[in-house]
């Protein structure tokens, strides 16, 4: 019989607890997700939740891949090579920063599904479209997306660090202020970064110079196409 304003278990599907737990760990992080606090949100108990989706760590993996399907792949019989990469390159880094939690859980989980493998294929046919065949499309697609989650490290470390800082109690951006007028402090024995420091002082924590992704990305892609002329 099911608990008194619960969903009984067949009601419940993997693709709503999924998708659930995404909304959780959005506004949680990894150290918010929990059985209990998912089951409230569905209106089912914890143990109905385990039985479509084993454990915490399978749950974790199976919404890590559910958004690399928010990735838009560009038609490319529609654009050339390098717009098809700058296109992707910058849904990726939009996807990221809207699930932040997804950088650590990368450090702590594998990774993979039908989600990311879409993403991962259609990057390869990018590349083998600019001319790198085997493992060079293979090395190539890996430049762009390291540098994409590089720069998106900052951003998501600075939503972990303030979800931290207020779960400790406290104003969670006047302490920050605090930090980072510490570390400008701190700059002052260092000419050259004190000066980037006072020239964007009203930066938050972790944030990248503006326009360094289109900045990067153009860097990376001339050097690519540099290799392919160099063949």
């Known amino acids: 019989m099911p608990y008194p304003g619960r969903m009984p278990r067949d009601t419940l599907t993997t693709e709503r607890i999924v998708r659930t737990a995404i909304e959780l760990l959005d506004a949680e992080g990894l150290e918010g997700l929990n059985m209990r606090s998912l089951g409230e949100r569905l209106g089912s108990a914890a143990t109905a939740v385990y039985w479509h989706v084993k454990s915490k760590d399978n749950l974790v993996k199976l919404a890590g891949d559910e958004v690399w399907n928010e990735i838009e792949l560009p038609d490319l019989d529609a654009v050339d090579w390098r717009t098809a990469a700058t296109t992707m390159a910058h849904s990726l880094y939009d996807m990221i920063i809207r699930h932040p939690w997804l950088v650590m859980a990368m450090g702590t989980h594998v990774m993979y599904g039908p989600g990311k493998s879409r993403h991962d294929d259609h990057g390869l ?104 002329a160099a063949r």
């Open 125 to 228: 046919a990018i590349y083998e479209k600019a001319g790198f065949v085997g493992a060079d499309a293979d090395r190539a697609m890996a430049t762009v997306f390291i540098f994409v989650l590089g720069i998106t490290l900052g951003e998501s470390a600075a939503v972990t660090l303030t979800r931290r800082l207020r779960r400790e109690g406290g104003d969670a951006e006047e302490q920050m202020k605090e930090m980072m007028a510490q570390a400008s402090e701190i700059a002052m024995r260092f000419p050259r970064l004190h000066a980037r420091i006072e020239a964007v002082q009203d930066a938050g924590y972790g944030e990248a110079p503006d326009k360094s992704l289109e900045f990067g990305l153009q860097v990376i892609f001339d050097g690519l196409e540099a290799q392919l």
